[in-house]
């Protein structure tokens, strides 16, 4: 009788490994930099003594696990506060309030510009065949390139 060779088994791809959670102390670095964006502050904060915590910061910056903790820390922050553009709205809205009370109306009026970009952002934007509004025809030029209903820069009645 022939001797057969046991049948060869297809190649199993190695299971891959448990994502194991971070340490204390490395998850306390993670939530410590997202807040202060300063590896040496994140070290002292999550318990590294004050003498090492520079190298400690640039140690734990190095490694992959960190990093991908912070960006996840980063991106639930980013989705729980910043991506409506109500919540945005309502926040310009408070420093607007706060900036005019107080007579800053340069902050005010940067408040109430970005107001206006969000909620440009935030709605679609009109079809060409929308009509235009009244308040629309005093930014359109005219021929001699003054405003059209501008009474300030058009040409007075003895012009004309």
């Known amino acids: ?22 340490r204390s102390r490395h998850e306390a670095f993670c939530q410590h930099f997202v807040l202060g964006g300063n590896a040496t502050y994140a070290a002292m904060k999550a318990g590294y003594t ?9 140690r ?11 960006a996840e820390i980063r991106s ?6 910043c991506l409506d553009a109500d919540v945005l709205l309502g926040k310009l809205e408070a420093i607007y309030q706060s900036a005019h009370e107080n007579n800053h109306f340069h902050a005010a009026a940067r408040a109430v510009e970005i107001q206006a970009r969000i909620a440009r952002q935030s ?19 005219g021929a001699d390139g003054f405003h059209a209903n501008s ?3 058009g040409p007075g009645p003895e012009q004309k």
Not at 50 to 58: F, I
Not at 60 to 69: H, S, T
Not at 76 to 81: M, P
């Open 1 to 22: 009788m022939p001797a057969t060779l046991p049948r060869p088994r297809p190649p199993t791809a190695p299971a891959a490994p448990a994502k194991k959670p971070l």
């Open 50 to 58: 004050r003498k090492w915590a520079s190298n400690q910061g640039y």
């Open 60 to 70: 734990l910056m190095r490694q992959e696990a960190i990093r991908v903790r912070i």
């Open 76 to 81: 639930t922050l980013a989705r729980a506060y």
């Open 123 to 141: 709605r679609p934007a009109p079809n060409a065949s929308s009509k235009m509004t009244i308040n629309d025809e005093f930014s359109r030029p």
């Open 151 to 153: 009474m300030a820069y």
